[in-house]
């Protein structure tokens, strides 16, 4: 996969928050990474490390007082200095499908699914006729795992899984090259997530109508979900990517190298179930040096300095030889 061009490429992400007063909220700093043809990654972190920010900043969904600085290529395509009449005519939907976080939210009450997926049918693709759009829209629905006898449902009569598998199928019609998946397992009982995850996962092997390749950056603070089908992990903290790496080294041995990496595995269930000690930092408030050093054993004075770059952000990251101690 590292040989192909990707299907988006960040480079030097920030996106900041003008506050009142003229305070900055530093919400994503220098993010990069790709998601390659094939591709799943993962991007992963407690709540309010700024995922989610990201995500709207692909999607050129945040609002008036932000800034962002950076690249994200999509293509020949920079998304962050895409006008809103490209992102909205081009992008969402037809370059970028949206798995949101809360899909009750984003379907419309007082239609049924059935007309919410041929309405998208129609406006995504070039269907047309009343028959073809319904073929197309069930087609649609078959592809999410969404059973046909639910279509000419409301969304309110709709369980929280159907109401995922229908925001699924509808995120999955334009054939979108990059499929952008944010906390897409949020409130989910395991067996839901482990389907939920699986269709993502099917949806990324498929090349795709044009055969292209289709890539995934599923935003997750679910760490089995991420386990079950990423192929690289992101693992972001008080706004930066501290540590990215091969999710099968990652989540099998040698495991991660950031000691932060290493506490949120620490702190599930099925391994230690030791939390990380304290709390993250306010975005607004953050410490010069690493900002992981107030909760880490491994922190010295050389830790008030900013960590060196590379793909584990850390003074004293976990080597092998520290695994097998």
Do not use: W
Request: hydrophobic share 40%.
């Amino acid at each position: 996969m590292e040989s192909m061009t990707p299907v988006l490429s960040v480079r030097g992400l920030s996106v900041r928050f003008l506050m009142p007063g003229g305070r900055r909220v530093a919400a994503v700093t220098d993010a990069r990474f790709d998601v390659a043809p094939g591709e799943c990654l993962a991007l992963i972190g407690e709540s309010g490390c700024g995922k989610s920010v990201l995500a709207s900043a692909l999607l050129g969904l945040l609002p008036g007082n932000a800034q962002t600085a950076g690249s994200a290529l999509l293509g020949d395509l920079d998304l962050l200095t895409a006008g809103e009449r490209t992102l909205a005519r081009t992008v969402r939907g037809r370059l970028i499908g949206l798995v949101p976080q809360s899909p009750a939210a984003h379907l419309t009450p007082v239609r049924t699914v059935r007309s919410q997926l041929e309405e998208t049918v129609a406006a995504l693709t070039a269907t047309r006729g009343r028959a073809a759009l319904r073929a197309a829209a069930e087609a649609a629905a078959e592809r999410a795992a969404f059973p046909a006898g639910h279509l000419d449902r409301h969304p309110h009569q709709l369980s929280g899984g159907l109401a995922q598998r229908a925001a699924t199928a509808l995120a999955l019609v334009g054939d979108a090259p990059l499929l952008l998946a944010d906390e897409p397992t949020t409130g989910l009982d395991r067996d839901l997530v482990d389907r939920t995850a699986d269709e993502l996962r099917r949806h990324v092997d498929d090349p795709g109508q044009g055969g292209r390749g289709r890539a995934l950056l599923m935003i997750t603070h679910d760490l089995a979900a991420a386990e079950r089908i990423a192929d690289r992990v992101a693992v972001m903290y008080a706004g930066r990517i501290v540590e990215l790496a091969d999710a099968a080294a990652f989540f099998g041995s040698p495991g991660p190298r950031h000691p932060y990496s290493r506490g949120l595995l620490q702190a599930l269930p099925d391994r230690a179930f030791t939390p990380i000690p304290g709390m993250p930092p306010e975005l607004g408030d953050l410490p010069t040096g690493c900002a992981f050093a107030a909760r880490c054993d491994r922190a010295t004075d050389t830790c008030a300095t900013e960590p060196p770059p590379g793909t584990v952000a850390c003074h004293h990251p976990h080597v092998p030889e520290d695994v097998r101690a």
